[in-house]
């Protein structure tokens, strides 16, 4: 069964600390992993990966996939409380167009 | 564009009652997804369409049933409401089923409901 697990479950630091998010997946025929941001209401799309070792980057946060050991993180730096928010993690395999997601990230930063 | 927009907002039904979920997106996206959100489970799909005409089971359909009305259009039925449906509901779209390159979906704000 396709599973997406991510951890930590929550994550509370101050303003200015680094933060690391994982996300670990098992999915029959892997296509993509995607992050999503989720404040109150719905999911706003962050991150595609598709490929090894390529590091995206939008400001503050970077993603990488590691396909070989079957996990992505997702970095913030220098946080900001507005990055307070749910982040999910999803993957896409080759045989469906749907998403698989996993439970989320809840990350609060405080000043 | 307003994106993907669903109604109603809020909304508060007694065990037994129906009512339909709507979903409407103006991006000329093929396909279309119900999702339903709980604390500690994610997003879990209940149904989608690949393209218009077509509706198949995501994880957790029972009690739902969908109409892909037309291209814009993708509603959401609850039959008989029971108290185990109370959630928040996301409808979201993406452009291409099994297409390359991006092909994130983008969701809607949600409908929050409770059965009594």
């Known amino acids: 069964e396709d599973k997406v697990v991510q951890s930590p479950l929550s994550l509370v630091v101050h303003e200015g600390d680094t933060v690391t998010l994982n996300c670990s997946y098992e999915?029959?025929?892997?296509?993509?992993l995607l992050w999503y941001k989720q404040e109150k209401k719905a999911p706003t799309f962050l991150f595609m990966l598709?490929?090894?070792?390529i590091e995206k980057k939008s400001g503050r946060l970077s993603s990488i996939l590691d396909k070989k050991e079957l996990f992505s993180i997702l970095n913030i730096t220098a946080t900001q409380t507005g990055d307070s928010a749910v982040y999910l993690c999803?993957?896409?395999?080759?045989?469906?167009?749907?998403?698989?997601f996993g439970t989320g990230t809840r990350l609060q930063v405080f000043p | 564009n307003a994106g993907v927009t669903q109604t109603p907002k809020f909304q508060v039904l007694k065990t037994g009652q129906s009512m339909t979920l709507q979903c409407a997106q103006d991006?000329?996206?093929?396909?279309m997804y119900w999702y339903r959100q709980d604390p500690g489970m994610g997003l879990r799909l209940i149904y989608y369409?690949?393209?218009?005409?077509?509706?198949d089971k995501g994880e957790v359909p029972n009690g739902y049933n969908v109409s892909r009305l037309n291209k814009r259009e993708f509603s959401l039925r609850l039959e008989s409401a029971a108290p185990s449906q109370t959630s928040v509901y996301f409808c979201?779209?993406?452009?291409?089923?099994?297409?390359?390159?991006?092909?994130?979906?983008?969701f809607g704000p949600g409908t929050r409901l409770t059965v009594l």
């Open positions: 999803a993957v896409r395999s080759y045989n469906t167009d749907k998403l698989i």
């Open positions: 369409s690949a393209s218009e005409g077509t509706t």
């Open positions: 598709t490929s090894s070792g």
């Open positions: 979201a779209s993406s452009p291409q089923p099994l297409a390359g390159g991006r092909n994130e979906q983008f």
């Open positions: 991006m000329n996206h093929n396909s």
């Open positions: 999915v029959t025929n892997f296509r993509s």
